[in-house]
């Protein structure tokens, strides 16, 4: 960024320059976590005058730094303080408006000062939303660089997952056995995503244990199904293979017991959920700062995946993405971006690679190997002479093996504050697998992405 100033000595009345700027969300939240002002007519989610309907009022002060904007970067620029500054708020921005803020030198004062008209429109009807002049000292050196740099800043805000309970929402809530939901953290995140309307949670399991955990959070689950199952987790998950086989559930959740525990009743080949497909998980995730949602998979289920389970990863992801409206663009994930006969990862790659060129998966771009770096970031694929349209745009990462999925999926969650939806494929009905870690929101995002994928395979999306 170059920032080139005008002196003192060089001004002259008549002087104009102007700047334009969109008024975004984030900067919604960055004005108001900067402030401190947490006025809700401010707050893009909230409603701030009770008619429902969120305001997304640009804060008055915010459009004034407009103006210092001006003042500080082009017209005197770097170097120029404040004396006085008066401000009339003619009108209000909203975020979605663009805007042009204008400035002009109007005389030069004693010891430096200069007065200045300031003003800021917008841009689409060309509406007066502040004027007033302004008093600086103006800069007596001459400053000219181009090594001016900002950090950057990230909005730890979850668009793409309120995009997804949005469309979510007007769906018909999921029918969803939920396996032994008897400790606060599990049966909450199912009370939590029937309040919002994803699903109805039909609960299995020890009854008295599911009752004494509602006792305990002071819920009321009179009015949801609930099975005893005192034998055992296990047996509350064959339950649950049964419900689906009667069509009486739609989905199964995980409650208050390993994943082992969950799993092998599912696998059972007469009983179980099993159609063909190997059991595989994804984590939908939910980045701050990146454009798209990211996936990742295998992270939570297939330890060392063989080529053909690789394979099925690949395709159970690319589903999903369908499902989501996402369209898919798959890294096949190694250490390099080149295929090394010692490097295990880079050779099953290739051959996924090959797989995809030859129909053998279907519905996606399937590229690799990829290294991390040139698969999620197209300066770092331009460097490595990568093209096609997955290198430095992947948005589902495939993983060696657990390990590594497991470690990905929780450094974007601990150190880049993603949330992760995590979803079960590959069997009958999407599998909720969610975590005691998991956040209010992953736990409704998980429910969301359910219930996404089960009306676009069974055709039941609205129009």
Not at 141 to 152: A, T, Y
Request: one cysteine or more; charged letters at 20%; proline letters at 6%.
């Amino acid at each position: 960024m170059r920032l080139v100033n005008r002196t003192y000595d060089e001004l002259r009345p008549g002087e104009s320059a102007e700047l334009k700027r969109l008024v975004t969300l984030d900067d919604l939240y960055v004005f108001a976590a900067a402030s401190g002002n947490y006025n809700p007519m401010h707050l893009p989610e909230a409603d701030g005058d009770g008619d429902g309907r969120p305001e997304q009022v640009a804060p008055g002060m915010y459009v004034a730094s407009l103006i210092s904007a001006v003042l500080g970067n082009m017209l005197p620029g770097p170097g120029t303080l404040y004396r006085n500054q008066s401000l009339s708020f003619r009108d209000r921005a909203h975020a979605g408006d663009e805007l042009v803020c204008r400035v002009g030198v109007l005389e030069k004062l004693p010891q430096g000062g200069v007065r200045l008209s300031t003003e800021v429109r917008r841009v689409a009807d060309d509406a007066i939303i502040v004027t007033g002049e302004a008093e600086v000292i103006a800069p007596s050196r001459r400053f000219d660089r181009s090594d001016m740099e900002i950090p950057g800043l990230v909005v730890q805000r979850h668009r793409h997952f309120d995009a997804l309970l949005e469309r979510a929402r007007p769906l018909p809530a999921l029918p969803t056995a939920v396996v032994t939901p008897d400790d606060p953290n599990s049966l909450g995140g199912a009370l939590l995503a029937a309040r919002e309307s994803l699903i109805v949670p039909i609960l299995i399991g020890r009854e008295a244990g599911i009752r004494a955990a509602a006792e305990g959070m002071g819920e009321d689950i009179s009015g949801y199904e609930l099975i005893d199952v005192p034998g055992g987790d296990k047996l509350a998950a064959a339950m649950a293979c049964r419900l689906v086989h009667e069509g009486r559930a739609a989905a199964v959740m995980k409650g208050h017991l390993h994943t082992d525990d969950l799993l092998v009743p599912m696998l059972d080949k007469q009983t179980g959920l099993r159609i063909g497909r190997r059991f595989t998980h994804v984590f939908v995730m939910d980045i701050p700062g990146q454009p798209y949602p990211v996936m990742v998979t295998d992270a939570a289920i297939n330890i060392t995946p063989d080529l053909l389970t690789k394979a099925d990863i690949v395709q159970n992801a690319i589903d999903l993405a369908l499902s989501l409206e996402i369209e898919p663009r798959v890294g096949i994930l190694s250490a390099v971006e080149t295929v090394n006969p010692a490097i295990q990862s880079s050779l099953d790659a290739a051959a996924l690679s090959k797989m995809a060129d030859r129909g053998q998966i279907t519905g996606g771009l399937v590229d690799g190997p990829l290294a991390m770096d040139n698969a999620v970031d197209i300066g770092a694929a331009s460097t490595k002479g990568l093209k096609g349209g997955v290198a430095g745009r992947a948005n589902i990462l495939v993983v060696p093996g657990l390990d590594a999925g497991n470690m990905l999926a929780k450094q974007l969650a601990f150190i880049s504050h993603a949330e992760g939806a995590g979803l079960m494929l590959g069997a009958r009905v999407p599998v909720i697998l969610n975590s005691r870690s998991d956040s209010p929101m992953s736990r409704l995002a998980s429910c969301a992405v359910a219930a996404l994928h089960h009306a676009a395979r069974t055709g039941s999306i609205p129009a």
